[in-house]
Nanobody, 122 residues
Framework: VQLQAFGGGLVQAGGSLRVSCAAS????????MGWFRQAPGKEREFVAA????????YYADSVKGRFTIARDNAKNTVYLQMNNLKPEDTAVYYC????????????????WGQGTLVTVSS
């Protein structure tokens, strides 16, 4: 499966942004999807993940209550709605896909998109 993330941009602190990830070349509904991010000078970290049906979601503690992951299997797309953004949310956001169980570690995902940059100004 090929993944392409888009929708990043510049937003003020407290604002909202939705990033999307379009999948092609595979059976999207059979993949668990995840979002990760990498801030400048830091390692890539888990943000959120969603089950194949969308009924189960997991979030990093740092984004819980502010971010929402969702998917539309008919459109082969996964979304990350980000509200109440903070400067520390500034990062390149990557979508990833895997089969089987929901995973929260980078090594558990075999397919990655190219990333989209989100910059939150203070």
């Amino acid at each position: 499966v090929q993944l392409q993330a888009f929708g990043g941009g510049l937003v003020q602190a407290g604002g909202s942004l939705r990033v999307s990830c379009a999948a092609s070349g595979g059976s999207f509904s059979s993949y668990v999807m995840g979002w990760f991010r990498q801030a400048p000078g830091k390692e890539r970290e888990f943000v959120a993940a969603i089950s194949t049906s969308g009924s189960i979601t997991y979030y990093a503690d740092s984004v819980k209550g502010r971010f929402t992951i969702a998917r539309d299997n008919a459109k082969n797309t996964v979304y990350l709605q980000m509200n109440n953004l903070k400067p520390e949310d500034t990062a390149v956001y990557y979508c990833a896909a895997t089969r089987g169980l929901i995973r929260r570690t980078e090594g558990g995902y075999g397919y990655w998109g190219q990333g989209t940059l989100v910059t939150v100004s203070s």
